[in-house]
């Protein structure tokens, strides 16, 4: 049995799940709406405020569904009811980053300044210059829209310049040594 697929989704207040005829899940909360469509090989129980995932049997791609189904719709409950956020970190001298409406304005030391407009569902933060917060209820949006922001300047190895997570260990190199 899968460990994560067999776990129950408490359904918190303020939150109804649904599922349609076509398996579609939509989970609506206090933060919005969110709908994913789960493989027919998966069965779903809501009962009393709780969710469980059950498979039919144990073949290897029922198995690899199970906990994927499980964890699609924990993250859906949790994004309509807390929100994901990813954080990033601007190094590097003239770096900067500012908010011009909605859309975000990178200044990474290229010739031009790079513009990000947010999709339907990202907000995003400048809470100081070298600082960014990407923010949304689903989860695989935020965590996409994160990465496309560092691929505009992935931090190097030898000074360490560029855009990371806030929590990233970049690792260094050892420059050229002087005979």
């Not at 059950?54 to 029922?62: F, I, L, N, P």
């Amino acid at each position: 049995m899968s460990r994560i697929g067999k776990l129950p989704i408490t359904i918190p207040g303020g939150v109804t799940i649904t599922v349609s005829d076509d398996r579609t899940v939509t989970v609506k909360g206090p933060k919005g709406e969110l709908s994913e469509k789960i493989s027919p090989l998966i069965g779903l129980e809501i009962d009393n405020g709780v969710v469980r995932v059950t498979r039919s049997s144990d073949d290897k791609q029922h198995r690899s569904l199970h906990g994927l189904s499980r964890t699609l719709i924990n993250n859906m409950v949790v994004g309509v009811t807390q929100g994901f956020q990813k954080d990033l970190e601007i190094v590097g001298t003239g770096y900067r980053a500012q908010l011009q409406g909605t859309k975000l304005v990178l200044n990474l030391g290229y010739s031009h300044p790079v513009e990000f407009d947010p999709p339907k569902g990202i907000q995003f933060e400048v809470p100081a210059p070298n600082k960014i917060s990407v923010k949304g209820i689903n989860k695989q949006q935020v965590g996409q829209i994160a990465a496309d922001i560092r691929a505009k300047r992935e931090p190097e190895p030898y000074k360490g310049k560029g855009i990371r997570y806030a929590n990233e260990n970049v690792r260094r190199k050892e420059g050229k040594t002087a005979k």
